[in-house]
C-alpha cells in the first residue's frame, strides 16, 4: 500500500494549522447528515490543500479505522473498494454514491473508510482530491480525524478511550466513552481496536512480523454469497 508525498508535518504557525485551532466561537458542525449535537467541536475546514505525511501511528489508526469498519480485507487495496453490505465496487474514479439496501439498514457508505457521499464531497473539495483512490481516501480519512480534533492524540501514538470516543460520530463502529455506538449500531469493543491497533503499530515499526496479526482480527466484510469480496477474503494474506 503506498503513501502520499510527505509535504512535512502540520504545524500551528502552518496556514493549515492555524484555520483548525481557532477559538471555539470560529467552530462549526459539518455532519449534515448526523445527529444534531457532538460531544466534541468540529473544526471549521481549512480553504487551503493538505497534504498529510503518513507516518506508522497515523496508518496504524487509519488500519484500524479499516479493521472496525470492516474493510481491512488483509491489509489489501481491494478493501478500498468495498460497499456497504459487501460488494465491491467496479471503478475507484469516484465515489459511487450507490444505495444499498439489508435486511436491517440502507446506505450510499463506501471505500475503506465507508465515507457517506456528502463526507465525501466535502473532503474531496476541500483536499483538491480528484478521485476515489487509496491514497486519496486515506487524505480524506485523515482530514476527517483532524476536524474532530483528535490528530493531535493520534500522532501520540497511543490508541485511548478518548480517541475513539472523538472518532465515535465519524465511524459509528468506534465506541463512545460508554462503550457503545453514538448511532445505535453495531460497535466495536474498545479492547479489540486497542489490541488490533497496537499489533498493528508494531510491525509498522518493525518490532513484530506481519504474521503475527491474529486470525480474529482479519477485519473481513461481510460475505454474500456470489460476491467477489467473498472469494478474495478466502485467499488474502495479512499485508502492510
Same mark, same amino acid.
Given at each position: 500500500? +503506498? ?5 512535512? %508535518? ?7 494549522? @492555524? ?11 459539518? *455532519?449534515? *447528515?448526523?445527529?444534531? =449535537? ?5 473544526? +471549521?475546514?481549512? #480553504?487551503? @490543500?493538505? &497534504?498529510? #505525511?503518513?507516518?506508522?501511528?497515523? @496508518?496504524?489508526?487509519? &488500519? ?23 460488494? $465491491? ?6 465515489? %459511487? &454514491?450507490?444505495?444499498?439496501? =439489508? /435486511? ?14 456528502? =463526507?465525501?464531497?466535502? /473532503? ?8 476515489? +483512490? #487509496?491514497?486519496?481516501? *486515506? ?15 493520534? *500522532? ?18 468506534? !465506541? ?16 479489540? $481496536? ?5 499489533? &498493528? $503499530? ?6 513484530? #512480523? ?14 454474500? @454469497? ?8 478466502? =485467499?488474502?494474506? !495479512?499485508?502492510?
Amino acid at each position: 500500500m +503506498s503513501s502520499p508525498q510527505a509535504s512535512g %508535518p502540520l504545524t500551528t504557525s502552518s496556514s493549515l494549522g @492555524r484555520q483548525l485551532e481557532q477559538p471555539a466561537q470560529r467552530l462549526a458542525m459539518l *455532519d449534515l *447528515d448526523g445527529p444534531s =449535537t457532538a460531544p466534541f467541536p468540529i473544526a +471549521s475546514p481549512p #480553504p487551503v @490543500r493538505a &497534504n498529510y #505525511p503518513i507516518t506508522p501511528a497515523r @496508518r496504524a489508526l487509519l &488500519n484500524t479505522i479499516r479493521y472496525a469498519e470492516g474493510t481491512w480485507a488483509g491489509g489489501q487495496d481491494i478493501g478500498y473498494r468495498i460497499l456497504f453490505g459487501g460488494s $465491491l465496487m467496479g471503478s475507484m474514479e469516484r465515489h %459511487p &454514491n450507490l444505495v444499498i439496501r =439489508t /435486511a436491517r439498514y440502507a446506505s450510499a457508505a463506501a471505500g475503506a473508510y465507508q465515507f457517506m457521499p456528502f =463526507t465525501w464531497s466535502m /473532503a474531496s473539495r476541500l483536499l483538491g482530491l480528484q478521485t476515489f +483512490s #487509496p491514497e486519496e481516501q *486515506d487524505q480524506a480519512a485523515l482530514l476527517l480525524i483532524q476536524r474532530r480534533g483528535a490528530l493531535p492524540l493520534a *500522532d501520540a501514538g497511543r490508541f485511548t478511550r478518548s480517541l475513539a470516543a472523538r472518532l465515535a460520530p465519524e465511524w459509528a463502529s468506534f !465506541p463512545t466513552l460508554g462503550g457503545s455506538s453514538y448511532y445505535g449500531q453495531p460497535v466495536r469493543r474498545f479492547a479489540d $481496536l486497542k489490541r488490533f491497533y497496537e499489533d &498493528n $503499530l508494531a510491525q509498522l515499526q518493525g518490532e513484530l #512480523p506481519s504474521e503475527s496479526l491474529r486470525d480474529d482480527q482479519a477485519g473481513s466484510p461481510v460475505c454474500l @454469497r456470489g460476491q467477489l469480496v467473498c472469494q478474495f477474503a478466502e =485467499t488474502a494474506k !495479512p499485508s502492510l
